[in-house]
Structures are given as structure tokens and as C-alpha cells.
């Protein structure tokens, strides 16, 4: 990547800077390269002479001109410029952004990967709903982040695995099975009362209908309670059945379905136990059996296993990553939770620490609350259900290349708003439209070339002829992606996607407003060649960003 070169450039210049005198010795620091915040100051800045004022005792001005003097010829680079106080402004070679195409061509799927993560074996867990009821948009959000996070770690070099962890162990479950076998019973004339804590959702009813035509009224001849355990598995299956449909709508897909009953049945849950209590971080007070996670620096103890003898959800906690981190081996984990789970984090690196882990290896991204809206007001109920507005009901309506890029478009930490007439508009109000619309047009392009022309991108065509600013801004904006890939991927922040790509687009459409590509003037043939060859990258790269995101790249719209 160019900004590496920089970097690598300007770390040279130091040192032959030093050697010559010019300047002082010292410590050769991070050298950082960015992109100007301002149009005029080159294509890219760094402020690493004002970094060095101090260590070399000089006015930042002077130190720039030292290492501006010094700087290594490059085929890439046009020229550089020195700035008050203290910038250093490098300007590309028109020539070589040119010949770039090429290498887009070249490169073709793989283009924007990076190698950061040198194969890295990284676990993402998103989603983890419990089986007591359909997804919904908040949840939805965490699916949009988790899978476009996964496919950026991809393409940043990791080993990823995508993991759903199912809660269905627990009281919560125990109140689904009871306010399933109520539903059951209601559906064949029985009045059985939903418990007051319990599901009240329609969706149990369905869920109930759906058990009686297949299962017919044979449990209402058992015992309540047995009843109600002979319902339970077939109600679980069903409702994780749903949740599997509805994700793989959207487009998200998993390596692993984790249950929370393999950690029982599978051993987990009693070696941590048996671990903590050897390690001294178990104490039983209040007849509940406690984390002394305040030994560990942290404010308070947690319970592991409440006074009625039932594991809580910490102790599943623990085990579930016993099994991450030291069964199956992952180098890096990354949980994507809700915003209730914040209070959560402190114990978690806790936890690590007991287990003798570093806490680092394990991420916590906490996803703020999602805010549905039509016409400016909040929406709250679904118009079908007449309860909860589920996953299903916002990808009838908006499909979902529209959830997924909307729902990425803020970052996991701010508060959002999902608005639905945006998100259906056929206009360049809908930034999903503008993207999509971008990778059409190209589509188009390239189906009129070949019906006119009998031209493809297999055409000769001499990259050298591209010179117009409007073709020399749109291969500056494909050659950002592989620097987003790194940026986003480290940062773990896919919310930079949708705005590169909103970007990627409006340089696209600048150009082809600018510049006519498909000529039928024989005098044009060689600029034509040239810039099919272009459309042909932008529509490389815009197929990999709109990839990233988890969305459809249209041939038409």
C-alpha cells in the first residue's frame, strides 16, 4: 500500500537526514500517514516532523525540509511539499494512478485484502439470541456488524469463525416452555393461563398452531409438568429453526451453532469449577457460591452458582470460554453484545485472569439500541403481528441489502435510527440505491460496449490515455480500499464501509458524467479501450466494498 511506502519513504529520509547531518541523532519514531482533511494538500500528509521537534531540538518547519530533501525518488510519487508548521504533502504520479488499473484488474477479487492477521485463528460470536422468540431489528444489528466484521478479519488476512450461541439452558427457557404449553393448550380449547413473567408474543401462538397440526392433542392426555418437558424440545428446535431462517435471509450464515447445554452435558461447566475452586477464586457466602473477582482488582464478587444450586448465566459464561480459549484453541475471540451487557465486561476480564489468560485476547464490542421509524415516527408494533416488529417484517418490507447496510452505517457504539421510508426510496436520498445504482450503471456500460462496439475489457486499451481529473479521482478512490480493509479491520469498526462505498459511488458518477466512455467516433477507440478498462476496475472494487457489507452487487435496477 502507498501509505506503507510513505512511511517506509520518510523513515529512510530520517536516516539519511541523520547521517548527513542535517539532523541530530535520535530514536527514529512511528512514522503516520494519512489522508489531508483538506482538499490541495496532496494526496497524502504527515505531521511526523512536528512529532520530532522535541527529540530533535529543531523547529518542525526545518525538520520537514530536512527529511523533504533526503526523501528517496519513488515511481509512485510525483513530488512532495512542505507546509506550515511542519506538514509534509506528497502528490501521486498521475502516471502511475494510471497504470493502477492494471493492478486493479490484475487482482480482481482479492483486491483490498491485506495480510495484518498472518492467519490468526479468530472466533466472532454475534447475534446469541436465546430461542424464546423471533429476531428483531436490535438484534439485526448485531448480525449486520458480526458478519461484515467477519468478512473484513477475512480479508485482513485471520482465521475466522462466525458462532451463534444459544441460551437454552435457564430460566428464561423455562419460561418459554411454560407459555408454550399454555399456548398449546389455549389453541385446543383449553384455558390455560400465560404466565405473568412468560411470553406473551402472538408468535407463541403460531408457534402452538404450528405444533398442534403436526403434533396433533397428545399432549393434553399427560401430566402438566410432563407435558410440558415432552413440548419443550420440539418448541426450542422450532424457534431456533426460525432464527436460522430468518439470518440466512439476511444473508448472514454460521460455522458453529453452540448450545449452552453442550457445556453440562460436555464436561465444561465442571472443570471450571473444579479450576476456579483449586486456583482459590470460589468462596460460598449467603448459601451462594461466588467469583471473587474483587481479588482480581475488580469492584464487587459474582455469583456463579445461585442459593438455589442452579448454575447463573456467569458460571455458563466462564465455561463457554474455557471451551473458546483453551479447548478449541482460538487466538482472539470477539463477543458482540447488547447494550444491557455492559456492566458485564469488568467480570469477563476477570474471568480471564482466572483462567490464566490474557484479557486482551478477548474483545467485548457493546451494540447500542436500534430505533425504528416510518415518516419521522417511532414504530413499535408490527401492523401484522400486532406485537413486536420482528427481523422478517423489515425484510418484507425493505429487503435485505437495505438492513444490512443501513444497520452498519453508525459505529456499534452510538445510538441509531432504522427508517424505513428511507430505506425503500428508489432516489439518491437512499445511499443503499446510490451504491447499488453505481455497480448497475457500470453493468450497463459494459453490456452497451459490447453490443456496439463488439468491445470488452479484454480489449486492448492504454491506461496511459487516462488522464482526465475525473478518472484520476476515481482510481485515487479505488486504491483507498485496501488502506479501509486495514484500517477497519484493526479498529474493528465496519461502519467506515457504508461511507467509503456512498464515496466509491459519487466518484463513479462524477466520472461517468464527466467522461463519455463508449464512443462510436473511430478517433475515440483508444480512449474508449482505456476507459472500459477503468469501468471494468471501479466495478472490481465497488463488487468487493458492497461484499464486505454482506450485499448483492445488482447487474441491474
Request: proline share 5%; glycine share 8%; hydrophobic share 45%.
Amino acid at each position: 500500500m502507498v501509505k506503507n511506502d510513505l512511511a517506509a519513504l520518510i523513515q529512510q529520509a530520517i536516516a539519511a537526514a541523520q547521517a548527513a547531518g542535517d539532523l541530530p541523532p535520535f530514536d527514529p519514531p512511528e512514522v503516520v500517514v494519512e489522508h489531508p482533511k483538506e482538499a490541495g494538500h496532496g494526496d497524502y500528509d504527515s505531521p511526523v516532523a512536528m512529532k520530532l521537534a522535541r527529540a530533535a531540538k529543531m523547529p518542525p518547519l526545518k525538520i520537514a525540509q530536512a527529511i523533504a530533501k533526503h526523501l528517496p525518488a519513488a515511481d509512485f510519487l510525483a513530488g512532495v511539499e512542505v507546509a506550515p508548521p511542519g506538514f509534509l504533502n506528497f502528490t501521486l504520479s498521475e502516471h502511475w494512478l494510471a497504470q493502477q488499473v492494471a493492478a486493479i484488474l490484475e487482482e480482481g477479487e482479492h483486491f483490498g485484502q491485506v495480510d495484518i492477521g498472518r492467519g490468526k485463528r479468530v472466533q466472532v460470536e454475534f447475534v446469541s439470541v436465546n430461542p424464546t422468540g423471533p429476531i428483531h431489528i436490535g438484534h439485526a444489528r448485531g448480525a449486520a456488524l458480526g458478519d461484515s466484521l467477519a468478512r473484513l478479519l477475512a480479508a485482513a488476512g485471520y482465521q475466522v469463525q462466525r458462532e451463534y450461541y444459544f441460551n437454552d439452558a435457564g430460566s428464561q427457557m423455562d419460561k418459554f416452555y411454560h407459555s408454550l404449553y399454555a399456548r398449546y393448550c389455549q389453541v385446543l380449547g383449553r384455558d390455560e393461563p400465560v404466565p405473568d413473567d412468560g411470553y406473551h408474543g402472538n408468535y407463541m401462538l403460531d408457534l402452538a398452531r404450528d405444533i398442534v397440526a403436526e403434533q396433533g392433542n397428545r399432549f393434553l392426555a399427560l401430566p402438566r409438568e410432563q407435558a410440558i418437558a415432552a413440548l419443550a424440545p420440539i418448541g426450542a428446535e422450532r424457534m431456533i429453526g426460525i432464527i436460522k431462517e430468518d439470518l440466512a435471509r439476511m444473508g448472514v450464515q454460521f460455522d458453529c451453532w453452540f448450545l449452552e447445554r453442550s457445556l453440562y452435558s460436555g464436561g465444561q461447566y465442571a472443570k471450571i469449577m473444579a479450576l476456579l475452586q483449586e486456583r482459590g477464586f470460589l468462596e460460598k457466602k449467603d448459601g451462594a457460591i461466588w467469583f471473587t473477582s474483587s481479588t482480581l482488582g475488580q469492584d464487587k464478587d459474582n455469583v456463579v452458582v445461585r442459593s438455589s444450586g442452579e448454575p447463573g448465566y456467569f458460571a455458563s459464561d466462564i465455561a463457554y470460554h474455557y471451551n473458546k480459549f483453551i479447548e478449541r484453541g482460538f487466538d482472539w475471540v470477539i463477543n458482540i453484545w447488547g447494550a444491557d451487557h455492559q456492566g458485564h465486561v469488568p467480570r469477563m476480564k476477570a474471568m480471564m485472569q482466572a483462567l490464566g489468560l490474557d484479557p486482551a485476547r478477548l474483545t467485548l464490542i457493546i451494540m447500542q439500541l436500534v430505533t425504528l421509524k416510518r415518516g419521522g415516527e417511532v414504530v413499535r408494533i408490527s401492523k401484522r403481528t400486532g406485537d413486536i416488529i420482528t427481523l422478517r417484517d423489515v425484510l418484507d418490507e425493505v429487503g435485505p441489502d437495505a438492513v444490512r447496510f443501513l444497520l452498519i452505517s453508525r459505529a456499534a457504539d452510538a445510538q441509531m435510527d432504522f427508517d424505513l421510508d428511507v430505506a425503500k426510496a428508489q432516489s439518491e436520498e437512499n445511499p443503499v440505491f446510490y451504491v447499488q445504482y453505481a455497480h448497475a450503471r457500470i453493468a450497463s456500460i459494459q453490456r452497451y460496449a459490447k453490443e456496439q462496439l463488439k468491445a470488452s475489457v479484454a480489449a486492448e486499451g492504454d491506461l496511459s490515455l487516462l488522464t482526465h481529473p475525473a478518472e484520476l479521482a476515481l482510481i485515487r478512490q479505488m486504491l483507498r480500499l485496501p488502506e479501509l480493509v486495514e484500517e477497519t479491520a484493526t479498529r474493528l469498526e465496519p461502519h467506515h464501509l457504508p461511507h467509503y462505498a456512498q464515496e466509491l459511488a459519487a466518484s463513479f458518477h462524477s466520472f461517468h458524467k464527466q467522461c463519455r466512455v463508449v464512443s462510436s467516433d473511430p478517433a475515440d477507440a483508444a480512449l474508449s479501450a482505456a476507459r472500459l478498462k477503468l469501468v471494468q476496475a471501479a466495478r472490481i472494487v465497488l463488487a468487493n466494498t458492497l461484499y464486505l457489507m454482506g450485499m448483492t452487487a445488482p447487474e441491474q435496477m
